[in-house]
Every structure is written in C-alpha cells, then in structure tokens.
C-alpha cells in the first residue's frame, strides 16, 4: 500500500497495490457488504479472460475496485458520490452539473489509485 498524509480528514487507509488480494483486503476493511460483489467480479473475470486468452477482463477489475477504494477511503467522498448518484436517479432536475460532479470524483479517483 502506498503512504498517504495523516490528519484527521485523511483517508480510513492508505491506497492499496493494484492487485486482486490488497484490492479485496481493503474492501473488507473499509466496505465489508461489498466482499460479495468483488469476488463475483473477480470470478467473472478471471472466467473472462481465460475464455478470451485476454487480460482485459482483469484489468477492467482492477481498474473497478481500484477506483472503488479510492473513493470510499474518503467517506466525504463516498457519501457526495452518493448524494450526486441520488440527484440522478432521482430525474427531478437537470443532471448535467451531478454528472460533471460525478465524472471528477471518478477521474480524481483513477489518478489517486495510479490508473
């Protein structure tokens, strides 16, 4: 895992390495409810790629939970992704400025995980 900065507004735990087990460690420390989903994507995965003879299917994994866990290790984060995802749903009102909210989280995300 790599370092991050201290302090109370930090994230719960450091980035993890990109690799199917730090990925599921820190899912289970920081989002436990998700284990299931990440071993049924991993599966699928796996069962994908030896299929296809491509690692395409793993890498998308990676790339999943990677930005997963670079959200969620940010409850600030996580919880305004969620309000924002809500805000969509919801269809009430012009997504447009939820979208654009929600594309930076994710891409902020992708660039904390190294992807």
């Keep these: 895992m790599s370092a991050q900065p201290d302090g109370p507004y930090g994230p719960l735990i450091p980035m993890p390495d990109l690799t199917p087990d730090a990925l599921r460690d820190a ?23 030896q299929q296809t003879q491509s690692l395409a299917p793993l890498r998308a994994f990676v790339h999943s939970w990677a930005v997963f866990v670079a959200i969620e290790r940010h409850p600030a984060r996580a919880v305004r992704l969620r309000e924002l995802e809500r805000i969509v749903d919801a269809g009430e009102h012009d997504p447009t400025e ?9 891409e902020e995300a992708a660039a904390e995980a190294g992807l």
């Design 27 to 49: 899912v289970a420390r920081i989002a436990p409810s998700r284990i299931p989903a990440l071993t049924r994507h991993l599966f699928e995965a796996t069962t994908n790629a």
């Design 98 to 106: 939820a979208i654009t909210e929600i594309r930076r989280i994710h």
